[in-house]
């Protein structure tokens, strides 16, 4: 079965610093790589996602995310943050086959200082 | 388009009495899922439909948890008896295509359970 870390459990930054959150997945065969972010007071809701082709995702809001397959990683990143993007960060992985079943990692908190 | 609905939005209960969660998916999504999320965690997949057949129950704690989706569209959750750590948000999610790991979850809003 599939398992995801994230790194940081709350990363705290000021408007226009850049963000970086980390993520890594243990599973030896092909995945589906997703962020999603809830917003405060609102639904859970896809920002990012990869399947296939170039490993550089581009999703909402300016943000990014690399798939780097020999590290088991999947970083979401953006280079400059603003205040609305202070919500919470989910980092998930499904596995090719069977039920597709979407595993999520425990979320990062992300406050942005204006 | 009108997103997944879910009611109650708030159930407070005492140990040992069950309870009951109801969710509409968005019109024409053939998948539905059911998630747990306890506070400071992510959320952890229930059980998951497609149309009105189970794909995958298997960390659905099935002595007390029961989930159902009638004709394929509207799906309820129950909790008999509830225990102490079932206090979670209980979230819903709908996908549009029958299977396939690329698929986008669009989510509810949940319900928050407190079980004292």
């Known amino acids: 079965a599939q398992s995801v870390s994230q790194h940081n459990h709350h990363v705290i930054l000021s408007e226009a610093a850049s963000l970086e959150l980390g993520c890594n997945y243990s599973?030896?065969?092909?995945?589906?790589l997703f962020w999603y972010v809830q917003y405060p007071g609102q639904h859970l809701q896809l920002l990012l996602k990869y399947f296939s082709g170039d490993p550089l995702v581009k999703g909402i809001k300016g943000f990014e995310a690399e798939f780097i397959k020999s590290k088991f990683s999947f970083n979401l990143r953006k280079p400059s943050v603003q205040w609305s993007d202070t919500a919470e960060y989910f980092c998930a992985v499904n596995a090719d086959g069977g039920s597709y079943q979407l595993t999520f990692g425990k979320g990062t908190k992300l406050s942005v200082i204006p | 388009e009108a997103g997944v609905a879910q009611s109650p939005r708030y159930k407070i209960i005492e140990k040992r009495q069950s309870v009951a969660f109801w969710c509409n998916p968005i019109?024409?999504?053939?998948?539905l899922y059911w998630y747990q999320q306890i506070l400071g965690q992510g959320p952890k997949l229930l059980i998951q439909f497609q149309n009105n057949g189970v794909v995958d129950d298997s960390q659905l704690p099935k002595d007390r948890f029961s989930a159902e989706r009638l004709k394929g569209v509207d799906s309820t959750l129950k909790i008999q008896p509830a225990k102490l750590e079932d206090s979670a948000v209980y979230l819903c999610?709908?996908?549009?295509?029958?299977?396939?790991?690329?698929?986008?979850?669009?989510f509810g809003p949940g319900t928050r359970l407190t079980v004292l």
């Open positions: 999610a709908s996908s549009y295509r029958q299977g396939g790991g690329t698929d986008t979850q669009y």
């Open positions: 599973y030896g065969g092909t995945v589906n």
């Open positions: 019109s024409g999504h053939a998948t």
